[in-house]
């Protein structure tokens, strides 16, 4: 994964509500990478950022998250969970891949490729401020917000 310190590589992805975000445009922000829309653990980080959201607009910093479901259902998924952070579809996952958290993963045996959840903190200068690979959802959101708060 992408470190502490480094350039955050620059990408414009759709986003729900009929748009796109371009990173370099939007910063400092929060991108949080989840595996999958509507699942235990994604449905809970989600619900996390949504609630501290007017926090990290206080702050300053901007919040999105990545997968790579595409915006119908990322919107579906919003309006299920009244989300509000902006979904962004990474559907070929060429900017998970240069993040780093496009990952060989296992599950009841089985090998596959997918997201690892991570997250980063970018700067106004476009560098990572903190990178939080392999998240546990609990406290997450929390913890980044403190983080946010700090720049």
């Not at 959201?53 to 919107?75: N, Q, Y």
């Not at 952070?85 to 990474?90: A, F, K, W, Y």
């Not at 959840?117 to 546990?136: C, F, M, N, Y």
């Amino acid at each position: 994964m992408i470190a502490t310190g480094e350039k955050a590589p620059d990408f414009t992805l759709p986003a729900t509500g009929d748009t796109s975000v371009t990173l370099s445009e939007n910063l400092p922000a929060v991108v949080f990478f989840y595996p999958r829309d509507d699942t235990s653990g994604c449905t809970k980080e989600n619900e996390a950022f949504s609630a501290l959201l007017s926090e990290f607009e206080a702050a300053g910093v901007k919040v999105f998250g990545i997968s790579k479901d595409d915006i119908k259902s990322h919107e579906k998924f919003m309006a299920k969970k009244s989300l509000t952070v902006p979904l962004l579809s990474d559907a070929e996952s060429d900017v998970c891949e240069r993040y780093g958290v496009w990952a060989e993963k296992k599950m009841y045996g089985k090998t596959f490729m997918g997201i690892e959840r991570s997250t980063v903190l970018v700067g106004k200068d476009g560098t990572i401020v903190q990178a939080w690979p392999k998240v546990k959802v609990p406290g997450h959101a929390e913890e980044v917000l403190e983080a946010a708060r700090a720049l």
